[in-house]
């Protein structure tokens, strides 16, 4: 999918006293100012997303994989699960945050940023794409669930309320229940935030085809005239 000249760029951004690793993966389309970040789950990393460019079949995207700040059994982790999971997502929301702000000196305005993630990392894409000063092009959230719904609620952005918001989950799912992550989200749109949910036949994974194609169809609703 991707050009000799388009290989993968690896970079590593430095944010406070932590460092984030990312992988830039470039579109086709040398002027794409479209990007879609994409935040992995509990113990994974960057080499486990790189299937998904051509997955999604998406030449005018650019793609930003990122690991997570802690090491964790061979890949890493966005928070300390087994704990009091709360310092971790606070740490990992901020050098989120500056790395969005930093996608923007790069050229990639905010609007044609997609952020999204799976189990772990869907649960950091709602927790800053949330509370994100900017309007977004979307957020994915993928087998997730949020830390505090009733915190994130008080603690929305002026923007939370435009921002294209895509949540999926099994109901097979057997390490996140099915009924508490329906519940949160349940909440976040009575509290009036545009959240699109779909259910899967599906365990802790993604559904293969049918769900990578609500998936794509978002990120391109959300890209609009640049989704080419």
């Excluded at 388009?6 to 430095?14: G, H, P, Q, V, Y």
């Excluded at 080499?47 to 802690?70: F, I, K, S, T």
């Excluded at 794509?216 to 959300?222: A, E, L, S």
Aim: charged share 20%.
């Amino acid at each position: 999918m991707f050009s000799e000249v388009a290989i993968a760029e690896r970079n590593s951004c430095l944010i406070g006293y932590r460092m984030l690793k990312t992988e830039f993966l470039a579109a086709e389309r040398p002027d794409s100012r479209s990007l879609l970040i994409m935040l992995h789950g509990l113990g994974d990393s960057i080499a486990g997303y790189r299937w998904l460019p051509p997955a999604l079949d998406l030449p005018w995207l650019n793609y930003l994989l990122v690991n997570a700040p802690e090491e964790y059994y061979g890949g890493y982790s966005w928070y300390d699960f087994a704990g009091d999971i709360v310092p971790g997502v606070n740490r990992s929301k901020k050098l989120l945050a500056e790395l969005l702000d930093a996608q923007k000196e790069k050229g990639f305005p905010p609007d044609q940023i997609t952020l999204g993630g799976f189990s772990q990392g869907c649960l950091m894409s709602l927790e800053t794409g949330l509370r994100y000063p900017h309007r977004l092009a979307g957020i994915v959230g993928i087998s997730g669930y949020v830390c505090d719904p009733e915190g994130l609620i008080k603690e929305l952005s002026p923007r939370a309320k435009q921002q294209r918001v895509l949540v999926t989950h099994g109901f097979q799912d057997p390490i996140i229940p099915f009924a508490q992550v329906k519940k949160q989200i349940g909440m976040l749109k009575d509290a009036g935030l545009n959240i699109e949910w779909h259910e899967f036949a599906k365990p802790h994974t993604i559904a293969g085809a049918e769900e990578l194609e609500v998936i794509r169809n978002f990120i391109v609703k959300g890209h609009g005239e640049n989704a080419k």
